[in-house]
């Protein structure tokens, strides 16, 4: 398979950064973005050109057209979108703040849609492309304590089923990555808190309990190297995909439920649909 060249936000870390080592080990060429570039020097000294470090914040919407033209101009193409730079906000409803609100919003959701604004001519011009949109577990269930985390997932999987549909004619796939825990810092260092009531304390503490039950033992990030490869290299790649043991449970009961409760309420759904004069 000829090289090809990736566009990866988030890169300095997690998933980002083990995907642009993988492309490069197999010949790819790829331009990394993160808010700090220096994290990006080993990779620079190990890959040589094959790697374009960009400063970036994708909340930056000039900034992130900047990126993607540069990276368009360093290297003539751009094959592999991804979608990756993102953080988990963790606080119960009532405890957000605007700003947390707004800001978990403007990265996760918006950064991706600036993203994949930019690339998208370059894509459509060339005939072709795969856009890689990092969303998660979360992005088709929920749990206490990450609402706005789940607000800007299941936003991004609307926007992304769209996106999918208006693009398949100019032979552009989409997927939509849905990882479960994985051993990343996204609940470490990468994670934003907002100021707790204590009317939610032992709630917290039941939900904490209740997610390290769930997660088990957190995945390997490195595992996901060969994953995410298959991925873009498939002739026809799935629009979402499952990284990780244990989300395909969560998801199918999840479902079940929902489409119990659709059944059971389905007479009142009906009647709702016109008058009975």
Avoid at 16 to 26: Q, V, Y
Avoid at 89 to 105: C, P
Avoid at 151 to 173: P, T, Y
Avoid at 257 to 274: F, I, K, M, Q, Y
């Amino acid at each position: 398979m000829a090289a090809r060249t990736w566009f990866i936000t988030g890169a300095s870390r997690g998933f980002g950064r083990e995907w642009a080592i993988a492309a490069m080990e197999r010949g790819d060429s790829v331009a990394a973005t993160a808010r700090d570039t220096s994290s990006l020097d080993d990779l620079a000294e190990r890959f040589g050109d094959r790697l374009l470090g960009l400063r970036l914040d994708v909340t930056d919407r000039g900034g992130v057209f900047d990126a993607v033209g540069r990276a368009h101009e360093r290297f003539g193409r751009l094959d592999i979108i991804v979608n990756n730079a993102g953080y988990g906000q963790f606080g119960m409803v009532e405890e957000l703040s605007e700003a947390e609100a707004r800001e978990q919003i403007e990265t996760n959701l918006f950064g991706a849609l600036w993203v994949t604004q930019a690339a998208l001519p370059f894509l459509r011009e060339q005939g072709g492309g795969h856009i890689l949109q990092v969303s998660s577990i979360g992005g088709i269930s929920a749990f206490p304590n990450i609402g706005m985390y789940h607000a800007s997932k299941w936003a991004l999987e609307g926007i992304s089923q769209s996106l999918a549909q208006e693009v398949a004619g100019f032979g552009i796939n989409v997927t939509m990555i849905e990882p479960a825990g994985y051993s990343t810092d996204w609940g470490g260092s990468s994670s934003r808190h907002a100021t707790t009531l204590p009317a939610y304390d032992e709630f917290r503490e039941q939900a904490a309990k209740a997610r390290a039950a769930r997660v088990g033992t957190p995945g390997d990030p490195v595992a996901t190297r060969d994953a995410v490869m298959a991925i873009v290299d498939a002739e026809t790649p799935p629009l979402r995909v499952f990284f990780g043991d244990g989300p395909l449970a969560i998801a199918t009961a999840d479902y079940e439920s929902r489409l119990a409760t659709w059944r059971e309420w389905e007479p009142v759904s009906v009647a709702a649909h016109a008058r009975k004069d």
